[in-house]
């Protein structure tokens, strides 16, 4: 009895096994759905463990370079940058609204990319795995697109190579937004001011400057309170930087040396006013000197001013 049960479970067995080898690539397909599985398991713990940002964007209007700074906040390394998707919105100075996709051009090596293209300029302490952005890592991320920029509105989207999406505007600074206020003068009656037709430090003098570190800052806007309006409608208030100890002093937003900022405050009219969020110069944001600045006078109808203040933000 023992014997034929063994027997016939030996002929079941053996026409299981001839069964599977007559049917082609049954066990490859077996073993495939398993090696699947496992892969798509992989690729889930990957995008799980992917988080990315953007911010310090630097925008200029008149000029066609859109740079910003890439976050790794995940866990997963960021690598294959061949296969990331950057896109642009951004107003052309020929075709109005339009969104752009650039692609990946490999190290900037101190130059902006060709046109339609986008760059990495430096990883922060790039020691570790150098070329890809680790986890606590940060990229700086040169950009060209096709037209200059007619307003200093943007929006970059990036998508990773395994589908993770982060979008920036240079109208919000998002969960990285903070702010920084130095008061060159503070609130008082009046200060006038015999302003000169050049562009010239605010009240002849050096005590309306500071060294401040704008490195996580993107964005500044000038408040100043007139007290008179005195000044002739020529006469504008505006900001400098300096990175090389005050010996150069260039327009906060377009980094035009011996220039006065495009982003200004009137002097000719009584009243608080204050200019608009306006980029930072991606060379202004490091450690340097910032002052007040202001032309189009005559040095004979002297504006009076209370508050004079620089805000910044990231």
């Not at 798509?40 to 988080?51: G, L, P, R, W």
Request: with cysteine; hydrophobic share 40%; charged share 10%.
């Amino acid at each position: 009895m023992g014997l034929s049960v063994a027997i016939s479970g030996g002929i079941i067995l053996t026409v299981f096994i001839l069964i599977l080898f007559s049917l082609p690539g049954l066990a490859d397909k077996m073993f495939s759905i398993g090696d699947t599985t496992t892969q798509v398991t992989q690729h889930e713990q990957e995008i799980s463990n992917t988080k990315i940002s953007m911010d310090h964007l630097s925008v200029l209007v008149g000029s066609s370079k859109v740079n910003f700074t890439l976050n790794n906040d995940g866990s997963e390394k960021l690598w294959n940058f061949i296969d990331f998707n950057l896109f642009i919105q951004y107003n052309g100075t020929i075709s109005k609204v339009r969104t752009q996709q650039l692609s990946y051009s490999g190290s900037c090596l101190g130059l902006a990319p060709a046109a339609g293209n986008w760059c990495i300029q430096s990883i922060t302490n790039d020691i570790t795995d150098p070329g890809i952005i680790n986890a606590g890592e940060a990229a700086t991320i040169w950009t060209q697109v096709s037209e200059n920029l007619a307003t200093n509105l943007a929006v970059i989207t990036m998508t990773t190579d395994n589908g993770v999406v982060s979008t920036v505007s240079t109208t919000t600074c998002g969960s990285f937004c903070y702010q920084m206020i130095w008061d060159a003068q503070a609130d008082q009656a009046s200060n006038p001011w015999a302003n000169p037709l050049a562009v010239t430090e605010f009240d002849g003098g050096v005590l309306f400057r500071t060294k401040i570190d704008l490195s996580d800052m993107t964005q500044w806007r000038l408040f100043d309170t007139t007290t008179n309006g005195n000044g002739l409608v020529t006469c504008i208030l505006g900001a400098q930087y300096s990175t090389d100890n005050a010996v150069t002093w260039r327009a906060l937003d377009n980094g035009t040396i011996g220039a006065g900022s495009a982003a200004n405050n009137s002097c000719d009219l009584t009243g608080d006013f204050i200019t608009p969020w306006t980029p930072l110069n991606s060379t202004a944001q490091s450690d340097v000197f910032v002052r007040v600045e202001g032309s189009g006078g005559n040095g004979v109808a002297n504006p009076g001013f209370g508050r004079i203040q620089l805000q910044f933000r990231s």
